[in-house]
């Protein structure tokens, strides 16, 4: 099976590269996704031992701040049927869930964050769905060219 790359993206205050590096092992849950495409990527393409960059969005400046790897192919999010949960879907069956997660692990902080602005100004970068008009996806596919770019980059 070939390798893919992945991106996700995280508010800082909500849950950080920091969060992730205290979390048990340093592995967490990617749960609370609600867009139908991103849940299809979590559900049927990321894939054990895909890499992931972990983008800060709604932050100055928006930065690729590490890299992480898929250590849990899709399984239902458990939150969508916790009505304590900020990401509870009432009309979600446990029989027939309506949301996944992956579990991903940390691998690398950047030394050097790769900032939205570095990737804009990028040719090799020009054709990232990051960069894409109307794209605002939390999970998005990475070529293998953007991701050793980012990678060179990021150092």
Not at 39 to 59: A, H, I, P, Q
Not at 122 to 147: A, D, F, H, T
Request: contains cysteine; proline residues 6%.
């Amino acid at each position: 099976m070939v390798k893919k790359y992945w991106l996700v993206k995280s508010e800082p205050t909500a849950f950080s590269i920091e969060d992730l590096k205290n979390s048990k092992n340093q592995t967490t849950f990617w749960d609370g996704v609600r867009n139908y495409q991103a849940r299809n990527y979590l559900r049927d393409e990321m894939k054990k031992g895909d890499g992931v960059l972990f983008y800060y969005s709604n932050t100055e400046p928006n930065v690729v701040i590490g890299i992480c790897e898929v250590v849990k192919e899709g399984y239902p999010d458990h939150t969508q049927f916790d009505p304590e949960s900020k990401h509870y879907f009432p009309s979600s069956d446990p029989k027939k869930p309506v949301w996944f997660m992956v579990d991903i692990k940390f691998v690398k902080e950047f030394k050097t964050p790769v900032t939205l602005e570095e990737i804009k100004e990028n040719s090799k970068l020009s054709k990232m769905k990051l960069i894409q008009r109307g794209n605002r996806l939390s999970i998005m596919p990475v070529e293998k060219k953007e991701w050793d770019e980012i990678i060179k980059i990021g150092k």
